[in-house]
């Protein structure tokens, strides 16, 4: 049974960092890649990261490049997601999702799996 679980979500002030974890069971995760979305209040669905299954391949939005950091480690069959220097709109839920095959899209028809969220709040 193919399962992510995400945590590590929070409050924090603007400016402040968080660290997300992704972790995976029911699959073989170096096969894969995962993408990292993100919901806020009101919004759409967007992608916000994603690596594919070696690691060596690595997107981000526009909106958190230089600021998230996505990394995996394989043998603990988990996905993190560095946050760093957050502002007010990175409010939302949080997302991981495997990937169909192992490519490594910011669009979610390109993910199977999902985890049920972790809550990312950032306010003052």
């Known amino acids: 049974q193919v399962q992510l679980v995400e945590s590590g979500g929070g409050l924090v002030q603007p400016g402040g960092s968080l660290n997300l974890s992704c972790a995976t069971s029911g699959f073989t995760l170096d096969w894969y890649s995962i993408g990292w979305f993100r919901q806020g209040p009101g919004k759409e669905r967007e992608g916000v990261s994603c690596?594919?299954?070696?690691?060596?391949?690595?997107h981000y939005a526009d909106s958190v490049e230089g600021r998230f950091t996505i990394s995996r480690d394989n043998a603990k069959n988990t996905v993190y997601l560095q946050m760093s220097s957050l502002k007010p709109e990175d409010t939302a839920a949080y997302y991981c999702?495997?990937?169909?095959?192992?490519?490594?899209?910011?669009?979610?028809?390109?993910?199977?799996?999902w985890g049920q969220g972790t809550q990312v709040t950032v306010s003052s």
């Open positions: 999702a495997r990937s169909f095959d192992g490519l490594c899209l910011l669009a979610d028809y390109s993910y199977s799996y």
């Open positions: 690596i594919s299954g070696s690691g060596g391949v690595t």
